[in-house]
């Protein structure tokens, strides 16, 4: 119940957020919403020698259209995300997303940001900005670079995060044409993770039939993926129930599901599948 | 003023303080320069102690001492056992671990430090060297020659017992057929949602300790703590503020109130010790876990011939409280709602790497439950025959109580047909079953269960209970005429401040406002027993009305004096004494004041007055009680009575609960599409509250059928250690619950009631298994065991 | 190193100097005995521990008071506004949506904040609205019903 001792600083701007990282590099740790790190603090998994607390940074948290793209800061918090009638209108798998999180609590305090630097492979963002081909932007003491969400999921609890870098936005280009979006998940009954999550985003042809897909699978593997079989499955179907159920059959391709004491790899597959054909199927009824 | 409270849905006197965050639980009860306690415990599930480092712990700042097993040897007696079967090995259970660990989570160190950062920072500094020791944490393998752990006894097994009357195996001869299933039991943590807490604070000057408690048993814990510390059990005051819930978990003596107690004692300063969430889910006593094989016989109609139960009962690596009898009130209820000849159980307890297990809301009888209502639905499926149809079949009727059963048990009172009756015409049960087998003709998976349950109540009779079954209550009229209710029972949330004081404005026809309900201090009430196994309201109860009653003889007798008329003659009404109108035409001097009027000094009480009328308030003669100016000869000052109710029986509560439930195909998600349940508690004091406690009762029950499982691995690691992984039932996890009621009242006592706390985990447990596995029937599954996940439903559905 | 704090408690302005790793939850209850507000579990699980941090319900176990400098908490002691209780909470009191009253703070706090975001939530939105809040007594009906009470009675004041 009670942490580690630490030392704490809160920083007014990113820059000194960076340089107090980079103060200690194997001590420090970036607290955002705190909904990952504090419980782990509690249960002293984590015993970081120096929180540097950018949940104050005003600037962090935003949600804003820029050019063809949706930039989201990184301590902008789950509720924030779930709440936004922008994000409804031109990308509602965030809200969708969003609203599956833990909740209404945890939705109040935690943050994309945190969460996705976390890379628990049960969470939920991950899957969503992978169907969304999202960019993150890292900055670190000597510059910025921008990386793949594809690319940013490295392995369990484990990202492209470099030490004394820290994430500060999610760029998101804006979907356009005819689309469709579904966020659908298995919860935990217990803690409320996703025994498996499925983001889609449907992109049509005039003729209604599938453009492209883009689908993040979590809860499934170490770490969130592209279901990149299913996708090329889709890929120039009518997306009929067929095609759907076909293509979803490709969801654990190259995978071998998770097994815990809720649900055996081989249930977990069944979920998988399951999942996704409605999450495609919920993606094709909303399109426009 | 005329009463009826009893029967009404009355708000509850408790809440103002609780909803606005005003109500004191033991953590938030502060004294000046408080230590705080924390434990350093076992990470292995078996293992010699080799050896304790406490040396970097003591020398952290904040840190005041830190006790070991050795410390307290022979200062602090064993952890109590109440339990008294025939051949029982009772391990010596210390309050700390000595040479050896036998669960994960067994204490072995208690820290005290200045506040409670500095006492969790310091567990981390005790280094503890263990040598580890082979692990058993399967029942049936601590049975049959896995590693022993309790090395004095050679074997694991505690011990064994059978019971049951009449001739079992002719019961086998005579049936046309015989139905057997193992069946599990899943062990499960009552996660109370207040962890448990000990505050305890010494005075040396008067030589006195008090315990601040989360417990159930607050004088039974007195007796217990002051006989394992050594302090006179009149020094030693208990006082449980307000419980967070207990379901059985704090009907218990742990080592760590006498712990407390004791360090309080050394360090003559308080010591406050809360239990983490962590703590709670490895040495709280868990429930249920076991697994046993039933085996029916019956004819071809569906008459029942017999039933035999034999089972292995996971007790844990030490007896608590009541660990070794919980599996024998299973024994208890073998007869279920049902006529059965002849009935045998045969238990086996073990010992096994883990907690405890001990009373866990239900205590044995819902294990019963379920077993014999599970047998019912494969009679019923060898017959193919409703399963209603086979229960109604076998119920004794009105006329047959009281019921003797094979059990040994005679039943109070019962009805049991009208309830079933009742929750099919609510459901609409014909109807529902045309519905399911339409829907199945679609593809879709409808099933519906049924219970029609039986329980016992009112815990108990001494002779049959450990330590005493009787309850305590003391009514008494202050002289302002304020009512003051002490009763023995101790609720944690169940509602006795109120319904307890429904009785007792009515009795005494005063406002509900003017009764004030105290529990749960052994400084300021009688000696009690407690609040556990739905015995609050039929004994506690009771006794508070059997005390009224005396309260209201000698008030009667006062009246009287004061009316002068004889006692006969006054009537008692609406809260007033009056003459009987016959008496009161014959009746001389009524117009003269009865009562002297004296000179009253200034900011004295005044002086009861008769106002020349016929007619006195319970309050006047409250007063003229207390001033004891012009008392009838013989009689005692005050107006207070104390009762002492002792049950000749139990109770047996019963009702029918029908559950409907669809399963997905596809993910084998279970939906609640309806849960009816008809109760019959006997007599109702409180509607609200009485559906506020079947609704918790079912969904406990949720909790157990689809949900909950306390999971220990074979290394006896418990895997679901957070609530991360043990699924308490949300919200979003419950149907809309409809019930409805019938009211049998109970002979027993002179209230009617029978009690309802454990209904809900003893009804609906079989009713929603029954209902998945009915859905589940198409695929020729019979039986499933708990907690049914939806892996469990998909691979039926899968063939696998 | 301690650091200090500033914050409205209950309307209340606070100064205080605190561990950095004290969680706001012991802030309330150890060091301004405010104790309504209680623990339950150590993984944000129970939500016992719900305040309103800036008007948004937050688990009081899974932020450290540092991150609360600054803000204004509101606790179950000062939901109750010049005596007069919260809708929530006269809703508890009238549908019996309590036992033993320990998860009972954070689940009206909770119950506020969706009534806040949503005035007439259905069965289904109070359900998940509630979905970070445990209770082990009630069986959660009676609670749903308080809610809806709730509901019923602020349209009615408004």
């Not at chain 1, 759907?244 to 998988?272: F, K, M, T, W």
């Not at chain 2, 049959?144 to 059978?162: C, M, Q, R, S, W």
């Not at chain 2, 008459?303 to 919980?326: E, K, W």
Request: some cysteine.
């Amino acid at each position: 119940m009670i942490p580690a001792q630490f030392d704490y600083q809160a920083p007014a701007t990113l820059e000194e957020a960076v340089s107090l990282l980079a103060s200690d590099l194997d001590g420090a740790k970036i607290l955002a919403g705190g909904h990952s790190l504090i419980p782990a603090m509690k249960l002293r998994l984590a015993q970081p020698q120096l929180l540097v607390d950018i949940g104050r940074i005003k600037s962090l948290a935003y949600i804003r259209e820029e050019g063809d793209e949706i930039l989201i800061g990184a301590t902008t918090t789950h509720y924030q995300l779930e709440s936004s009638d922008l994000l409804q209108r031109i990308c509602p798998l965030l809200p969708d997303c969003a609203k599956s999180i833990g909740d209404v609590q945890v939705r109040n305090k935690g943050t994309i940001g945190g969460s996705l630097a976390h890379a628990d492979p049960a969470a939920d963002w991950p899957a969503a900005v992978l169907a969304l081909g999202a960019e993150l932007v890292l900055v670190g003491p000597k510059a910025e670079r921008t990386v793949k969400a594809e690319d940013f999921f490295v392995d369990l609890f484990t990202t492209d995060l470099q030490p004394g870098e820290i994430l500060r936005e999610i760029r998101i280009k804006k979907p356009s044409g005819r689309f469709g979006q579904s966020y659908q998940k298995a919860p935990h009954p217990a803690s409320g993770f996703a025994v498996v999550g499925i983001a889609v985003h449907l992109g049509l042809n005039d003729d209604g039939s599938c453009k492209a897909a883009a689908i993040g699978v979590t809860g499934v593997d170490v770490k969130a993926y592209r279901a990149k079989g299913v996708e090329a499955a889709l890929s120039g179907t009518t997306i009929d129930d067929d095609a759907i159920a076909q293509a979803s059959l490709h969801v654990c391709d190259g995978v071998d599901p998770n097994s815990d004491l809720y649900a055996s790899s081989e249930y977990r597959g069944q979920l998988a599948r399951v999942h996704m054909r409605r999450a495609i199927q919920a993606a094709k009824a909303k399109a426009q | 003023m005329t009463n009826n409270y009893v029967g009404k849905r009355v708000k509850r006197t408790e809440d103002p303080r609780l909803i606005r965050g005003l109500a004191h639980y033991v953590d938030d009860v502060a004294l000046p320069g408080t230590l705080h306690v924390t434990f350093v415990r076992s990470i292995y599930a078996h293992a010699k102690i080799t050896g304790i480092d406490t040396s970097a712990a003591l020398s952290t700042p904040g840190v005041v001492a830190v006790y070991t097993g050795q410390d307290v040897a022979g200062k602090i007696g064993p952890v109590p056992c109440a339990s008294a079967l025939p051949e029982l090995k009772v391990p010596d259970h210390r309050v700390l671990a000595t040479d050896k660990v036998y669960f994960v989570g067994h204490p072995i160190a208690a820290i005290v430090a200045t506040d409670r950062y500095a006492a969790r920072d310091a567990v981390d500094l005790v280094m503890v060297d263990y040598e580890e020791l082979p692990v058993v944490t399967d029942v049936e393998q601590a049975a049959n020659g896995g590693p022993v752990i309790h090395e004095a006894f050679g074997d694991n097994i505690a011990y064994k017992l059978t019971s049951g009357e009449g001739d079992i195996d002719a019961a086998f001869t005579a049936a046309d057929r015989t139905v057997k299933q193992r069946i599990l039991h899943n062990r499960l943590a009552p996660i109370a949602m207040e962890p448990r807490g000990v505050l305890a604070r010494y005075f040396p000057g008067e030589e006195e300790l008090t315990i601040w408690s989360s417990t159930q048993i607050p004088h039974l814990m007195r007796t217990q703590v002051a006989l394992m510390i050594g302090i006179p059990e009149n020094k030693l005051r208990v006082i449980t503020p307000e419980v967070g819930g207990g379901f059985g978990s704090k009907l218990n003596v742990y080592s760590e109130e006498a712990l407390l107690g004791w360090i309080a004692m050394q360090l003559g300063k308080p010591v406050k010790w809360i239990e983490t969430r962590r703590e709670n889910m490895q040495a709280t006593i868990h429930g249920r876990g076991q697994v046993g094989d039933i085996e029916v016989g019956f004819k071809n109609d569906g008459t029942l011939t017999g039933l035999r139960y034999s089972v292995f009962a996971d007790l844990g690596a030490y007896h608590q409280l009541l660990t070794p009898a919980i599996p024998t009130l299973t024994g208890l209820m073998l007869s279920g709602a049902y006529k059965i000849p002849a009935i045998q159980m045969n238990i086996t307890g073990c010992f096994t790497n883990k907690m405890a297990t001990d009373a866990y809301r239900g205590a044995g009888r819902p294990e019963a439950t379920y077993v014999v209502e599970r047998a019912l639905d494969l009679v019923a499926a060898e017959l193919g025959v409703d399963p209603a149809e086979v229960r109604r079949k076998n119920f004794p009727s009105p006329d047959e109580f009281p019921f003797h059963t094979a059990t040994g048990l005679d039943y109070d009172s019962g009805d049991y047909e009208t309830a079933l009756n009742k929750a099919q015409e609510i459901i609409g049960y014909a109807q529902l079953r045309e519905e399911q087998k339409k829907a199945r003709d679609e593809g879709r998976l409808i099933g519906i269960g049924v219970s029609t349950y039986v329980e016992i109540c009112a815990l108990g009779p001494s002779q049959a209970m450990p330590a005493g079954g009787w309850e305590s209550a003391t009514v008494r009229i202050e002289p302002t005429g304020k009512v003051t209710v002490l009763t023995g029972a101790s609720p944690h949330g169940q509602g006795q401040e109120t319904s307890f004081a429904q009785i007792v404005a009515d009795e005494l026809g005063v406002n509900i406002n003017d009764v004030t309900v105290i529990h749960g201090d052994t400084g300021v009430v009688q000696y009690g027993i407690g609040t556990f196994g739905s015995r609050a309201t039929a004994v506690g109860g009771t006794a508070v009305f059997v005390a009224v009653q005396k309260l209201k003889e000698k008030a009667q007798k006062i009246a009287a004096h004061m009316l002068k008329a004889d006692a006969s003659h006054i009537l008692f009404e609406g809260g007033k004494y009056s003459l009987q109108a016959a008496a009161a035409a014959s009746a001389t001097g009524v117009s003269e004041p009865v009562v002297p009027v004296g000179q009253a000094p200034a900011g004295a009480l005044p002086e009861p007055e008769t106002d020349g009328k016929s007619n006195l308030t319970i309050q006047d003669i409250a007063l003229a009680a207390h001033l004891a100016k012009d008392l009838p000869p013989d009689t005692e000052p005050g107006l207070s009575a104390t009762y002492f109710f002792e049950p000749k029986n139990f109770t047996f509560p019963f009702g029918t609960h029908i559950a409907v439930v669809e399963v997905d195909h596809e993910t084998g998600d279970i939906k609640f599409l309806r849960y009816v349940a008809v109760d019959d508690c006997g007599r109702v004091i409180n509607p609200m509250l009485v559906d506020g406690q079947v609704h918790g009762g079912i969904v406990q029950s949720i909790g157990q059928a689809m949900y909950e499982e306390v999971v220990y691995d074979e290394q006896g690691q418990l895997v679901t250690g957070t609530l991360m992984d043990y699924a308490v039932p949300r919200a979003k996890h419950i149907p809309n619950f409809e019930l409805d009621r019938t009211e049998t009242p109970s002979p027993v006592n002179p209230l009617g009631v029978k009690g309802v706390g454990e209904a809900g985990t003893i009804g609906a447990t079989p009713a929603i298994v029954g209902a998945i596995v009915d859905a589940l029937a198409p695929f020729g599954v019979r039986h499933l065991d708990m907690p049914v996940k939806p892996e469990n439903v998909w691979r039926i559905i899968n063939g696998n | 190193m301690k650091k200090a704090i500033n914050l409205s408690v209950n309307g209340v302005s606070r100064t205080d100097e605190v561990e950095p790793r004290m969680l706001l939850v012991h802030y309330l209850r150890d060091v301004l005995d405010l104790t309504g507000t209680h623990v339950g579990c150590e993984t944000s699980l129970c939500g016992a521990c719900t305040v309103m941090l800036d008007g948004q319900a937050v688990k009081s176990c899974t932020l450290f008071a540092v991150q609360a400098d600054g803000s204004a908490v509101t606790t179950i002691e000062g939901l109750a506004q010049n005596g007069e209780l919260h809708p929530v909470q006269e809703g508890f009191w009238e549908k019996h949506g309590l036992q033993c009253g320990y998860c009972t703070p954070g689940m009206i706090v909770t119950a506020a904040q969706l009534l806040e975001r949503n005035a007439a939530p259905s069965r289904e939105e109070i359900c998940h609205g509630l979905d970070g809040n445990l209770c082990r007594c009630t069986g959660y009906q009676h609670i749903i019903e308080a809610v809806e009470y709730a509901a019923a009675k602020k349209a009615g004041q408004s």
